[in-house]
């Protein structure tokens, strides 16, 4: 696909409603499609949208070993919900026990996120040729700048909510009736490993002080 094209169809599905978006890109993709999900604050989201526009669809999961309970308990509860059909990955056995002895989360952040949440998908993306997510702009600078289908070195990136504001992600919630994720009334904004989040708006609680604000999937 030419970065023309790339263009025309950004102008496209940007005046697309979500459903729309998303019936497009599986309907070209097929099974070429990857879909991801952390089941954080904002996920349920695209799972919702998932379950109407094509119910059934893979839904790939990585539990990187650090995650909270509670998002292990909101992704029960969404799988209940909205009858998903969740693989789940996780990252290898020894590799993961050496980053909890050596608790690389404080001496190298970047490694810990190669190691359980990166490298658990690699082997995934070789097999697809786009990649969707629920990412959303207003979540922090990174994101507000990401467009919603472009073409990166190994895989097109597909992000059909990337444009709503909070405003209308509270509103869908309000709407459908939507669950929150359980520590989302507590304070935390964004939800990732235990030993990587905090408290804190937007993702200002993820690996605060280290200057990083991203795991390095959609980076």
Request: contains cysteine; proline residues 4%; aromatic residues 12%.
């Amino acid at each position: 696909m030419s970065a023309y094209r790339i263009d025309q169809l950004n102008k496209t599905l940007s005046a697309s409603l979500i459903d729309a978006r998303l019936a497009y890109i599986l309907n070209k993709f097929q099974d070429k499609a990857l879909i991801t999900t952390s089941f954080g604050t904002s996920s349920a989201l695209i799972l919702h949208f998932l379950s109407r526009v094509r119910p059934g669809f893979p839904i790939h999961f990585v539990d990187t070993g650090y995650l909270f309970e509670e998002t292990i308990a909101y992704k029960e509860e969404l799988n209940r919900l909205f009858d998903l059909n969740i693989i789940t990955h996780k990252p290898e056995v020894a590799r993961h026990e050496a980053t909890r002895l050596a608790q690389l989360w404080e001496s190298d952040p970047d490694a810990c996120c190669g190691v359980n949440k990166i490298a658990p998908l690699e082997k995934i993306k070789q097999n697809h040729e786009v990649w969707i997510s629920g990412l959303i702009g207003y979540q922090n600078g990174y994101r507000s700048g990401l467009d919603i289908i472009q073409k990166r070195s190994d895989i097109f990136r597909f992000y059909p909510l990337i444009d709503w504001s909070k405003a209308q992600v509270d509103d869908y919630f309000e709407y459908f009736g939507l669950p929150h994720h359980p520590l989302e009334s507590l304070g935390f904004s964004s939800l990732g490993c235990t030993h990587c989040t905090i408290k804190g708006p937007g993702r200002d609680g993820r690996w605060s002080g280290s200057g990083k604000s991203e795991c390095g999937l959609h980076t």
